[in-house]
């Protein structure tokens, strides 16, 4: 771990020596760097509810992520502004559940397995009209599953600046790699292939500043998925004792609508408020209501407490371990579909000192973040992050 510290300290000194060749130019129509972030975080969690088990089982995972996004901006000749945002992630998880899926330990290949996730994201503002256009491509792979993903959108501001529309498409097209549990395997089992599922997103978003305190914005999506829904090595017991494969439908329609608003109070406090509505024709419905509260305690540390309570009702396919019958069409065990609330608190500190940190001027933040989660059915888990800053 010292030495990724130290690797990553002496690539943002790299970066702070050439944004010093570019600083004292014009505005440049050459690209220059704007910001650079990287994100480092370990989470745990623990339960008894596994999926891969029928609903029964550990649930213990561990992930290690790691994350550096670029930015880069870019003035054409007519003075717009285009921004290139290049990210990259590599997560390391190990799953006691997924180990469970040839019911031996460290004996399956998805015990333990990386995920890659490359994107990058482009957009082009005219501050002169105060519009924008957007568009990005995303990939995603580890042992089981592909996804490929494309986004395209647009922004306009009003007239006086205070208000701002923004629409987005995205598109994920994914294969899901068809892992049975062991029982359930075929003789040729590498002869099963993929699978594929299909996700498309309309994401419409209005956000208006009220007053010099007060600012808030509405949202709405749509969300249309096709294919194969279901995990194959999730097992479901019925009530007879016998095992079978998850088994869901393959459309799902998702409607979330929101509201955010943050409310400045004076120079030191920020009140930050989310409130979510989903439903979907799974019959799943569910409420998410957060708050933080940023407070600067200095002129270069602030803390921000954070809280989130959730709450959803379960899908209409879902049943618990051996509660399913042969006269059910759709059957899963999975506790993400089942009926629970949930409460998600942590704090996290930020530090931005004057002249930068480790003496790079221009690393000019750093973030540390812990959350602690609880599910009503007796999951728990833990994260704590970090995030650089190089500006």
Known sequence: MKKIIISIIALFGFMNSKAQETSNNEQSRKLTLDEANLV???YHQDGNNSAVTGGIGSEKLTDFSNTIDVVMVKYDKKQRKNKFDFSVGVDHYSSASSDMIDLKANSSASHADNRIYPSFNWSRENETK???LMGGVSFSTEFDYQSYGATI???QKTANRMGEFTAKFQAYLDQVKMIAPIELRTANESEEGSNGRNTFALSL???QIINQNFQV??????VQQTGFLSLPFHRVYFADNSVHQETLPDKRFKLPLGVRANYFLGDHVILRAYYRYYTDDWGLKSNTLSIETPVKISPFVSVSPFYRYYSQTAAKYFAPYQQHTAFDDYYTSNYDLSKFDSHFYGAGIRFNPKNGLFG?????MLEIRYGHYTKSVGMKSDIISLNLRFK
């Open 40 to 42: 480092s975080s370990y």
């Open 130 to 132: 105060g519009s924008a």
């Open 153 to 155: 959108g647009f922004a």
């Open 205 to 207: 978003a209005y956000s």
């Open 217 to 222: 914005e509405f949202l709405a999506d749509g």
């Open 360 to 364: 790079i001027e221009r690393l000019n």
